[in-house]
T-cell receptor
Framework: NAGVTQTPKFRILKIGQSMTLQCAQD?????MYWYRQDPGMGLKLIYY???????DKGEVPNGYNVSRSTTEDFPLRLELAAPSQTSVYFC????????????FGSGTRLTVV | AQKVTQAQTEISVVEKEDVTLDCVYE???????LFWYKQPPSGELVFLIR??????QNEISGRYSWNFQKSTSSFNFTITASQVVDSAVYFC?????????????FGTGTRLTVIP
């Protein structure tokens, strides 16, 4: 049982480049989330999904896109990377019902130069 | 609107001292969950506790204890006899139990340094 797997763990991008952060969970969780953590700050929600084919914006969605074609995968796409997107990105998932709690991936540290 | 405030940005204690991390939250929901997570220097998020809004019983787990008081909208975390391995950033978080995202709203974290 791998839980939530994020790849890559580290990445350096040049301004204007694009990339996809991968997130996969093997727990059959309906809910999946992408958060970003800026230095010295808490996590902020970028996008979330309540099931395959359903996504919605969170607090800080600008500059990102997501898709949810399967229950397992929830990739985050960065188009035209900017220095302001330098951050640590966390993917999380949970079953329906908050009482079951959230499972977090180990994070992706992204630097845009 | 949901908001979590952790007023203590950084705390330093000497090993074996007790330390309390404060968390104050704001929500209009009657049903919600409160969480504490630990983020060690390695960067991952480690789940510590989950408490629902209907359960105000304090909880103790080893050297850790939590004091939930709805009257003051606080969910404070105490580490007894701190150890160097407790050095980390600690986040308090809130999740409303409603339709929609039900995502976690995080405080800005408290960095705890335990000095040997």
């Amino acid at each position: 049982n791998a839980g939530v797997t994020q790849t890559p763990k580290f990445r350096i991008l040049k301004i204007g480049q694009s990339m996809t952060l991968q997130c996969a969970q093997d727990m059959n969780h309906n809910y999946m989330y992408w958060y970003r953590q800026d230095p010295g700050m808490g996590l902020k929600l970028i996008y979330y999904s309540v099931g395959a084919g359903i996504t919605d914006k969170g607090e800080v969605p600008n500059g990102y896109n997501v898709s949810r074609s399967t229950t397992e995968d929830f990739p985050l796409r960065l188009e035209l990377a900017a220095p302001s997107q330098t951050s640590v990105y966390f993917c999380a998932s949970r079953r329906t019902g908050i009482v079951y709690g959230y499972t977090f991936g180990s994070g992706t540290r992204l630097t845009v130069v | 609107a949901q908001k979590v405030t952790q007023a203590q940005t950084e705390i330093s204690v000497v090993e074996k001292e007790d330390v309390t991390l404060d968390c104050v939250y704001e929500t209009r929901d009657t049903t919600y969950y409160l969480f504490w997570y630990k983020q060690p220097p390695s960067g991952e998020l480690v789940f510590l506790i989950r408490r629902n809004s209907f359960d105000e019983q304090n909880e103790i787990s080893g050297r850790y204890s939590w004091n939930f008081q709805k009257s003051t909208s606080s969910f404070n975390f105490t580490i007894t006899a701190s150890q160097v391995v407790d050095s980390a950033v600690y986040f308090c978080a809130l999740s409303p139990d409603q339709t929609g995202a039900n995502n976690l709203f995080f405080g800005t974290g408290t960095r705890l340094t335990v000095i040997p």
